[in-house]
């Protein structure tokens, strides 16, 4: 006597999961402009590297004797698989089956993908599309967990602390998987076909009698403005490449250190144009980003976050092929000051980079803390000094280079303990910027002066003369003053020096990223 009915019936479940939710359900999503789970994990992954967890969950129908009569697989994807041959775990809602709510099935998966990935030490991707909880419950069969259950939320926790997590929205988010794309270390959205929301409109209008769609509640144009979605891509696979160019730069948990490569740019490579970069005159702005696209490896500037917190920059890199995080400041904005959604952009970076042992480098125009009423409102105070202490924690080697402005209490959030420190002949550092200090510090004597206008330029000349990177360097408050076209030998050999010191840093750290 053989068990061939049951491995037949094993079989069967199987082939039948992978018809998802039936041939119209997958026609309807490929007519609204997306892919489904299985077809996403085939565009990420390595060719042939999925092996798929819990293929056969679900729910079975069967006759008296036992044979399979229909089966409704768990709405939830989940299994191991390869990203330029490195390990994975890569998981995703089934919009096809009951438009991503999770089944019960379904949900013990979904919260399972924490779990395999802390318990293995690999990253972990989570591709969402799919509502929340159900009045009907999960399936309509239960009622809720027991009180002894563990919280949820603790594997979730437990990883962003553990290994890097990734998420992609691909269609509507609502709910609890809405809250799941938020904990990560990277997010992505497309721009044509995903939204995240709380609620949708249905409820939304019924609760608040608010009539929105669900684009204006919660399309790529919200929240790539308010920092719940990092980055936008113009389709699916757009939104993968990112996630596989995230991975490159990060290693496959805590326990090990970013992947350096063989350089293939010149470590002594010097752009002639950074010379004339910055403008004589202090009120001109110039192209950060092409900043540093003459210092780091060619080609290598990963940038996160862009339409939030605009005055800073954030993005990884690749310095002589050694992964490194990037903080930058984008004068076109606030002249590159520090607002509230900018501090909590910089602590948010500060803490990921500290988490997976990214040496940093910023390359400072930082004028300080954003001023006026909308910032206090914001509380920008709190917000700015939260990320100052958290680079003031920081253990991971730090360098800086001045590239112009250095003031108030934000500089320091620039800054990481024990940083390396250069400075461009353009650099102005101080308390604070040259006109406000005068207007202050001047105020009296500049309304008495026969020609009150040409007083406070002589004194914002003299003050500014203060103010100078030689006299920095000549003291030793910084540790060179270079040439500008130096920058990139400079930072290579700094790349050489810290090797050494990378392998100390491995293991968790006493804070990670939250969200």
């Avoid at 809250?179 to 044509?192: P, Y």
Wanted: charged letters at 25%.
């Amino acid at each position: 006597m053989s068990w061939e009915k049951e491995t037949r019936d094993i079989e069967a479940k199987r082939a039948l999961a992978k018809e998802q939710g039936g041939a119209a359900g997958v026609t309807r999503q490929h007519n609204a402009g997306r892919q489904t789970i299985r077809e996403r994990i085939d565009m990420l992954l390595d060719s042939g590297s999925f092996h798929e967890m819990g293929a056969a969950a679900g729910v079975a129908e069967r006759d008296n004797d036992g044979t399979l009569q229909s089966f409704t697989p768990a709405n939830f994807v989940l299994g191991f698989g390869e990203i330029a041959g490195r390990r994975c775990v890569v998981g995703g809602e089934d919009f096809t089956l009951r438009g991503g709510s999770p089944n019960e099935s379904g949900l013990r998966k979904s919260i399972y993908a924490e779990d395999m990935a802390c318990r293995y030490r690999v990253p972990l991707i989570r591709m969402h599309e799919g509502g929340g909880g159900s009045v009907t419950g999960a399936g309509g069969k239960t009622v809720g967990n027991s009180p002894s259950t563990p919280p949820r939320f603790r594997s979730v926790a437990r990883a962003l602390g553990t290994v890097p997590v990734v998420t992609a929205a691909l269609g509507p988010v609502a709910g609890l998987p809405a809250s799941r794309l938020v904990a990560s270390h990277f997010s992505v959205m497309t721009k044509e076909t995903a939204q995240v929301l709380i609620a949708g409109p249905a409820v939304v209008e019924r609760a608040l009698r608010e009539k929105k769609t669900k684009e204006e509640l919660g399309g790529a144009q919200v929240h790539t403005r308010n920092g719940v979605v990092d980055n936008l891509a113009k389709d699916e696979e757009d939104a993968l490449a990112q996630v596989r160019t995230f991975l490159s730069y990060l290693p496959q948990n805590v326990w090990e250190l970013p992947p350096r490569i063989d350089p293939m740019d010149d470590p002594d490579r010097q752009d002639e144009a950074l010379l004339s970069l910055i403008p004589r005159d202090r009120r001109q702005i110039f192209d950060i980003r092409k900043l540093l696209g003459m210092i780091l490896d060619d080609g290598s500037f990963f940038e996160m976050a862009r339409g939030y917190g605009r005055g800073q920059v954030i993005g990884l890199a690749r310095m002589n092929g050694q992964p490194v995080g990037i903080l930058a400041n984008d004068g076109r904005f606030y002249a590159g000051a520090m607002t509230a959604n900018g501090a909590v952009k910089v602590r948010r970076f500060v803490e990921f980079c500290q988490t997976f042992h990214l040496p940093i480098i910023a390359f400072v125009d930082e004028p300080g803390f954003m001023i006026g009423s909308q910032s206090e409102n914001a509380g920008t105070i709190r917000a700015g000094t939260a990320a100052v202490l958290a680079v003031a924690d920081c253990t991971v080697p730090w360098a800086s280079v001045v590239v112009r402005k250095s003031f108030g209490v934000a500089q320091s959030a620039h800054y990481g303990p024990d940083a390396y420190i250069l400075g461009w002949p353009s650099a102005e550092m101080g308390a604070l910027p040259v006109e406000g200090g005068v207007a202050v510090a001047f105020g009296r004597e500049i309304a008495a002066a026969p020609d009150p206008e040409a007083r406070r330029l002589e004194l914002e000349q003299q003050m500014a003369a203060r103010q100078s990177p030689a006299a920095r360097a000549e003291s030793f408050s910084m540790h060179e003053l270079i040439d500008p076209r130096e920058t990139r030998p400079r930072l290579s050999a700094w790349i050489e020096w810290i090797q050494p010191l990378l392998p100390d840093l491995k293991g968790p750290v006493s804070f990670s990223m939250r969200c």
